[in-house]
């Protein structure tokens, strides 16, 4: 059975930090390109960070410098530290497998963790 799986959301303070998880099952993790997206208070949906199967890594301009991607292939798990955080980050946040940079359209999608920013 194909399943993401994210945790490590939590509620922080401003400038406080979180490190999101996403554990794959069910597919060639490491040859996929991987993704997280947030959907804000608005049900706005943007894609936050991508990591692809070479390596290569992008990041929203709002995001940049402060969260980081990564993977561990050994553990099908992927990574969002984010750091730095503001009152504007908060969102739920999704993993996603094959997506495209579309949100909710297109391939693998985990159920969700809930990131809270206080002022």
């Known amino acids: 059975e194909l399943q993401l799986v994210e945790s490590g959301g939590g509620s922080v303070q401003a400038g406080g930090s979180l490190r999101l998880s996403c554990t794959v099952s069910?597919?060639?993790?490491?040859?996929?390109?991987m993704a997280w997206y947030r959907q804000g208070p608005g049900n706005e949906c943007e894609l936050v960070s991508t990591?692809?199967?070479?390596?290569?890594?992008y990041y929203t301009d709002s995001v940049k410098g402060r969260f980081t991607i990564s993977q561990d292939n050994a553990k099908r798990t992927v990574y969002l530290q984010m750091n730095s955080l503001k009152p504007e980050d908060t969102a739920v946040y999704y993993c996603?497998?094959?997506?495209?940079?579309?949100?909710?359209?297109?391939?693998?999608w985990g159920q969700g963790t809930q990131v809270t920013v206080s002022s």
């Open positions: 996603a497998a094959g997506s495209g940079g579309y949100c909710f359209t297109f391939g693998y």
């Open positions: 069910g597919f060639t993790f490491r040859d996929s390109d």
């Open positions: 990591i692809s199967s070479d390596g290569s890594t």
